[in-house]
């Protein structure tokens, strides 16, 4: 039987969800975290057990656990059903866009053939035993090897039963004149797993001694994306949170060498430097971030990019610099695993090892090398939140180049927020508590039926909000919050409901619930009232203008109601 998506919401638990890609602390009843869309140094990311569901107060990202995977996945709502329902054995419906889970489909159905592929091929299987890789851990890496072959080709695409336009809408199966052939021919595949264990692309290694390009990977597609994709995330995982840290290497080879060296909580860019969608992935397992490059100045300089974008998000940037010459393949085939240990004890912050770099050249004993040193180092240390480190390091500076402290004092000011946008404060604090109290008791919603306070409330979100709350009550329906944000079209609603729903409660008195909304009623009537004869006396002083003997009077009647009104009600 099919579970619907109550059922689904009801059987799922948020924390273990989201725990798998979002470093949880335990804060009061709920947990925070830093969120994972969107850049911040202070966690305002929080996630309620109670409740099922999280806010971020700082981007205003909130829902229950399917918002989340969708966001997160950048999945439709049907895929991230489906998604949840293989995670936790839920089988539901499958219905909507189904281009990504063909594409899944067809990329490990690919994967599978060329891991056949490179058991049939001696010359390919040779080549990685020079590299020092087995058998052994080509099958745990799941390498393969694209053959040249056209009609082997052509028989895989006719055995899988997928359509062949799903495997061309990937963009490594490919036609030229009427036949398929693949973009990886002659090449060593790696495939690309993301933490859910699926293969969204591949990176080819050509096996040819000046084969150009060395390396190539997956066209970007509906699941791939190099700049937000990891070599090796879906193994380095489990490893990276169990040791608070993770390596970052350029190359493929680079991290099976050091996997196999024992420092399994490693991953690989895709042939880019390391871009910003990678970090905050990783954040999400650690906020210490060490990275593995050529000790040449192509590497300090890559690394010391990363400097300002480290710090914007509360990262500790380390650096290990290998021996000239090395990379983390070679230094490991030609020096061990023992020297991977020795080196990667010598890790220090990236800009010590910029000034080590700089500290002994010979530019640095000119004026003109001081003077570009500063300018190219100054951005950085500036980008440092730490007062006390930020100014060791002008101390530093200072000792280097021979110019005083104070003529690197900065006037550079901080955005403690972290440059989030602040949470909209125009919705007040007593509608956000009268929509936690409805949420909490429902059976309150009584109050609001067949009355026209509804009408009284002049913010639109947060009327709507109330009145949709009570047609749900009077037809019954769930009003936990899980559910009840699913009944909402508008973004800005959800974000006023899950902001209500992280508010507090009230006290211990079991009476201020009602309470609550009795002086809430009170409130936006009189506000309503207030404004009426407001408006009354806006209108009578335009008829005794023009002189408009009957609307005077019945103006002056209306204005009498009012007053009376609000005379018995509110005064």
Known sequence: MK?????????????????????????????MGLCPFHKEKTPSFTVSVEKQIFYCFGCREGGNVINFIMKYENLTFVEALEHLGRQYGIEVERKGDRRKAGHYDALGKLCEYYQKGLKRTGFALEYLAKRGISRQVAEEFRLGYSERSRSALRAFLKATEIPADVFLGTGIVRMKETEFYDMFGGRIVIPIIDVNKRVIGFGGRTLEKDGIPKYVNSPESSVFSKRTSLFGIDRAKKHITDR????????????????????????????????????????????????????????????????????????????????????????????????????????????????????????MTTLQGKQAFIRQVMPHIEAIRDKVKRRLYVKRLSE????????????????????????????????????????????????????????????????????????CFEQGKNLDVKNFIETLDKEDLKGLVLKAAFDEGGGADPDEPEKVLLDYFRHIERQFFREKSKKITEKLAEAERSGDAAAVTELLEQKRQVLTHIKNNFL
């Open 3 to 31: 579970a619907s998506v109550d059922e689904l919401l009801q059987r799922v638990n948020i924390i273990d969800v989201i725990s798998q890609h979002v470093k949880l602390r335990k804060a009061g009843k709920d947990y």
């Open 244 to 363: 608070d840290e993770v390596f970052i290497v350029e190359g493929y080879f680079d991290l099976i060498a050091l996997y196999g060296a024992g420092l399994t909580n490693v991953v690989s860019t895709l042939g880019t430097s390391v871009t910003e969608g990678q970090i905050m992935k990783l954040r999400n397992y650690t906020e210490n971030i060490t990275l593995m490059l050529d000790g040449d100045e192509a590497g300090i300089k890559s690394a010391l990019r990363l400097i300002g974008l480290f710090a914007e998000m509360d990262v500790n940037g380390n650096m290990v610099v290998l021996p000239e010459g090395h990379d983390p393949d070679s230094f490991v085939r030609e020096k061990g695993t023992a020297a991977v240990a020795e080196v990667v004890k010598g890790k220090r912050p990236i800009l010590d090892f910029y000034f080590d770099h700089y500290a002994g050249k010979e530019k």
């Open 400 to 471: 280097l180049t021979g110019v005083e402290e104070e003529h690197f004092a900065g006037t550079r000011t901080y955005n403690v927020t972290g440059g989030a946008p602040r949470a909209d404060a125009a919705k007040g604090v007593i509608e956000r508590k009268v929509i936690n109290v409805c949420m909490a008791r429902p059976e309150l919603l009584e109050f609001f039926q067949g009355k026209e306070v509804l009408h009284y409330i002049r913010d639109d979100d947060v009327r709507e909000v109330i009145t949709r709350m009570v047609t």
